[in-house]
């Protein structure tokens, strides 16, 4: 996967231990590419400007965060369809400042409960095909804005989805790097019945700086500002699904749609040296960062330079250990509880930390056995009250499944590619069961205040992101938006939770994006990692930061993408 890197007002350093730096030419910060956003009233962080903007004004118009992120979620499914819509699920984190304390909610869907195991091995499958009718869970998105909306909402729907349902018919101009995608999209996903009407000019994609129309997502917004989550699950809209999805040799079907509902979760944290850092429990990953911050607080970094190669190394090694439990234990609860409490416990942590060997990169690990039991939007939002949202959502792999039902302008997801075809799994496909989910938001409090609402988009690099930019700003003294900038480690190779299971034994890849130097690399090797390059799967970043000392917020984007960041 490609992420196109900008890096305005960069300027490439080499520092002494040979690993390179940007560094911006005003301020001399290490890896600026530019500012931080600084406001009083209000803040919001997507991956698109135009999303930013409406974040913005519906908090002008006296919406709560929450508004502004589902509105900016809604706009977000318009203009960047490489990464999300109404056809993928959603997870959030919500500060509330009347009961001080974080909400989480589990907006994801089920897999259909006419689909078997036994249906794919007699149809000769080994995994759950990528694309067409076959991955498609329930899309969970539409009943997640309800959900919070319902909770922590003010506006009307129909206020909140206006802005996009005007740009749905008037038009917007399509940005950069969602152009790049989604001509890289078009190729793949042609084929399925809808996507090419609905989603191409002629055929094609549509260019940098075309505009862009989708009146049939706006009739859709209208039906469901106007009727409410019902309209989606249990009305018109659910009945084209069902009947599209017959004709399409699919599964999904209305009692799937009408029986959908997310849930309210408790969010789990570890103390990182002083902070807590918060994330949402399975069937979600989010608990993989947690656990990788436990194993790396037992070293004290600020005597190991940030792009050193002990850091990279260490950073690894924890991620292979953390990722060997994710692909044991994280699952969806209802079917497979994994024991979170044992897993994110500093103890645990300890055993774990011993088998790391500071000198050798590991080839294999296991996952701990002594227990009791992917494209995405994230966006942040602040309001004047205190309010701060972490949101993401996702269609899955890129545009999704293909599958466009016939006039409603949404492509419905394949999470269910995520589904292992194999019993005794804990991620094993079963009816009625939401698959393990990559997507992820976090939270950051410090003193029982709000500090950091921050989350990094982008398959398994999510918690490896996560916890690079928890580190950035704490071990290593960088403010919000260089946390973001500074060069990003991936590990690929792990044992995998989904699809077909293979375990670990080489020791992965090591992606590492540029900035980090021939020195360090070099000395990596020595180790064992085997390095590579890659355009990256490095990810996005949208972040907002709570100044509690000078009364302000303050926000960052991420550069390798089209977003901003702004506030008033």
């Given at each position: 996967m490609r992420y196109l890197r900008l890096a305005p007002l960069a300027l490439s350093l080499l520092v002494p231990g040979g690993h390179a730096m940007s560094a911006d030419r005003i301020t001399g910060r290490e890896f600026a590419t530019r500012s931080e956003v600084i406001a009083p009233q209000a803040m919001a962080a997507t991956s698109h400007p135009l999303a930013t903007q409406i974040a913005l004004d519906v908090m002008k118009q006296g919406g709560t965060a929450v508004d502004a992120a589902i509105a900016a979620n809604a706009a977000l499914g318009l203009m960047e369809p490489t990464g999300n819509g109404?056809?993928?699920?959603?997870?959030?984190i919500v500060w509330d400042p009347k009961t001080k304390k974080l909400h989480g909610y589990n907006g994801s869907g089920r897999s259909p409960k006419s689909l078997t195991l036994d249906w794919f091995r007699e149809n000769g499958h080994t995994e759950v095909p990528s694309h067409g009718p076959l991955p498609v869970t329930v899309p969970g998105t539409v009943d997640g804005w309800f959900a919070l909306h319902g909770r922590f909402g003010k506006l009307p729907m129909r206020q909140i989805l206006a802005p996009t349902i005007r740009y749905a018919r008037d038009g917007h101009p399509v940005h950069e790097t969602i152009a790049y995608y989604w001509n890289r999209s078009v190729p793949l996903l042609a084929k399925w019945p809808g996507f090419r009407e609905q989603f191409t000019i002629d055929g094609r994609a549509p260019r940098k700086g075309e505009m862009w129309?989708?009146?049939?997502?706006?009739d859709t917004l209208e039906k469901i500002a106007r009727g409410g989550r019902d309209a989606f699950y249990k009305g018109d809209i659910a009945r084209v699904i069902d009947a599209y999805m017959r004709a399409n040799g699919g599964f999904l079907g209305y009692e799937d749609m009408a029986a959908h509902a997310g849930e309210w979760v408790e969010p789990v944290s570890v103390d990182y040296r002083g902070y807590d850092v918060w994330e949402l429990p399975p069937n979600g990953q989010g608990i993989a960062a947690l656990q990788m911050l436990n194993i790396l607080e037992g070293y004290d970094f600020s005597q190991i330079p940030f792009g050193s190669a002990e850091h990279i190394h260490l950073f690894v090694e924890a991620k292979k250990l953390a990722f060997a439990d994710r692909a044991r234990w994280y699952a969806d609860p209802a079917f497979h509880p994994a024991p979170v409490a044992k897993l994110i416990s500093k103890e645990y942590a300890a055993q774990r930390r011993a088998l790391i060997d500071p000198e050798r990169a590991a080839r294999a690990v296991d996952a701990g056995r002594n227990l009791n039991?992917?494209?995405?939007?994230?966006?942040?939002?602040?309001d004047k009250d205190g309010m701060m949202v972490s949101l993401i959502q996702s269609n899955y792999r890129g545009m999704g499944s293909g599958m466009t039902p016939p006039g409603l302008g949404f492509i419905l997801q394949n999470r269910g590619e995520q589904f292992v075809l194999k019993n005794g799994h804990p991620n094993s496909f079963e009816p009625g069961k939401r698959p393990f989910h990559t997507i992820i938001p976090a939270f950051i409090t410090k003193d029982g205040q709000p500090w950091v609402s921050f989350g990094v988009m982008g398959g398994a690099m999510q918690p490896q992101g996560h916890v690079q930019i928890v580190m950035n700003l704490i071990d290593f003294g960088m403010n919000l938006q260089e946390a973001g900038d500074a060069p990003r480690i991936h590990h690929d190779g792990s044992t995998e939770p989904a699809g077909q299971v293979t375990e670990m034994a080489d020791g992965g890849i090591l992606n590492l994006e540029t900035g980090f130097g021939w020195e360090t690399i070099r000395a990596l090797m020595r180790k064992g990692h085997r390095i590579q390059f890659a355009d990256g799967p490095f990810g996005g970043y949208q972040a907002i930061m709570r100044d509690h000392a000078n009364g302000?917020?303050?926000?960052?984007?991420?550069?390798?993408?089209?977003?901003?960041?702004a506030g008033y």
């Open positions: 109404i056809g993928g699920d959603l997870f959030a129309k989708n009146p049939y997502l706006a039991q992917g494209d995405t939007i994230y966006l942040t939002v602040a302000v917020y303050v926000g960052a984007s991420e550069s390798r993408k089209d977003g901003q960041a």
